[in-house]
């Protein structure tokens, strides 16, 4: 069976493009078919992958709302595009902005992309979206069609700002629109561990959020490499093979595909 996982914080800057790339891909090379959603206007994750422009693609999510909404078929052949990493993609660009700025007003908004997802998913072991920076309808959407939420949360002063309305969005999300939504846990991004405050902050969230919500054991390190990777159009685990941020995600990636126990021990002690 297939599982829809969400990327999702409010704050921007977090690594959720790095970590929905890296996970995509290195599930991928793990034999997993995998299905990329980039559900962000700014398309970093389309531009992550090589797809750079809008003419390396003739559909994007914009037709996929348009044609949900006016309930018209889309051609899925033209829609996916195949990455040189073996993930399937839904690219995106800026026309997202526009279109998601009209869902107040669609009737049953908060289920446009899950009425997507719903369509493809049985074709893939795992749907990754990679979600916009902001609390709405947008990731609402996000969150009804998706089984479960990785948080990432940087290593930095303020980083759980706004945690409470996340954690919030998420709750309601559970108990109106998607009762088996869970999350799966809070992913520390942009670690540095030669300082005394990465250490502090990630001893902080341990302490204020790992009695009722996984916090992952492995941490995603700040490395220039990941910046370069996005800069020329690859994940991190082809640019820099190697290196420590490939080796943290290769570390999460196992932790999310394979410690099932443990996510279940926590799936319904916050979500309730």
Do not use: W
């Amino acid at each position: 069976m297939c599982e829809v996982i969400a990327v999702a914080n409010q704050k921007g800057g977090v690594a959720k493009t790095t970590t929905s790339v890296s996970l995509a891909t290195i599930m991928a090379k793990d034999d997993k078919k995998i299905l990329l959603i980039d559900f962000d206007p700014q398309g970093h994750t389309t531009k992550s992958l090589g797809f750079q422009d809008k003419s390396s693609y003739d559909l994007s999510m914009t037709d996929v709302l348009n044609s949900v909404i006016q309930d018209n078929p889309i051609d899925i052949s033209r829609l996916i595009v195949h990455s040189q990493e073996n993930v399937d993609l839904v690219p995106s660009n800026i026309s997202l902005a526009g279109i998601s700025n009209g869902l107040e007003s669609v009737m049953c908004r908060e289920t446009i992309l899950k009425r997507f997802v719903d369509t493809v998913k049985d074709q893939y072991d795992y749907v990754i979206i990679d979600t916009n920076p902001t609390l709405g309808t947008m990731q609402i959407n996000a969150l009804t069609a998706s089984d479960s939420v990785i948080i990432p949360v940087q290593a930095e002063p303020f980083a759980v700002d706004g945690m409470g309305d996340l954690l919030k969005s998420i709750q309601l999300t559970k108990r109106n629109l998607n009762s088996n939504l869970t999350i799966k846990g809070i992913l520390i991004t942009m670690v540095d561990n030669r300082t005394n405050l990465s250490k502090k902050i990630t001893t902080d969230i341990h302490e204020n959020f790992g009695n009722y919500i996984k916090v992952f054991n492995n941490t995603i390190p700040k490395c220039v490499k990941v910046a370069e990777a996005s800069g020329v159009g690859e994940s991190i685990l082809k640019y820099d093979p190697h290196g420590a941020a490939t080796k943290a995600y290769e570390k999460l990636a196992k932790e999310v595909l394979y410690v099932e126990k443990e996510s279940k021990r926590h799936k319904d002690s916050f979500l309730r």
